[in-house]
């Protein structure tokens, strides 16, 4: 993956995809988009993902990989929560903070978006082998 200042901005860079995603999603729910442009966000989002971590796959060991899938699963649902608290209420809705439901959720949610980001670096490490990109 580089040094730690690549990696610094390589997460920063993906915070800031997370956080341009989930306000592009809430705005496309005010406007009641249609499904093809909600499905069309999606796509774009995990498209850009994906090439962010067919570059980061190819280049990390295992342990900086799973680091830095860590890292990522933090950021978006750290990402979703303080949006949710402080600025769109909805996404959290019927949720007391740090309440002892909303502690279950979260680690649910930290564990599930994990093994995204794990299954997704796999695919990328897969594609890049398969490539000839890497060994």
């Not at 988009?33 to 796509?43: G, H, M, N």
């Not at 699963?73 to 990402?79: L, Q, T, W």
């Not at 903070?97 to 990328?124: D, M, N, P, Q, T």
Request: charged share 10%; net charge positive.
């Amino acid at each position: 993956m580089g040094t730690l200042r690549n990696t610094r901005m390589i997460i920063l860079l993906c915070c800031i995809l997370q956080l341009a995603f989930v306000l592009s999603w809430i705005f496309l729910g005010k406007q009641n988009a249609s499904p093809l442009a909600k499905w069309s966000l999606v796509v774009m989002f995990c498209s850009a993902f994906i090439a962010v971590l067919y570059r980061v796959a190819g280049d990390s060991r295992w342990v900086q990989l799973l680091s830095f899938c860590a890292a990522l699963a933090f950021a978006s649902v750290a990402i979703y929560q303080v949006l949710g608290f402080t600025v769109f209420p909805g996404l959290v809705k019927d949720v007391d903070i740090f309440s002892r439901e909303h502690v279950i959720r979260s680690v649910a949610v930290l564990a599930l978006s994990f093994v995204g980001h794990v299954l997704l670096s796999l695919a990328a490490r897969l594609l890049r082998r398969a490539s000839g990109l890497i060994n």
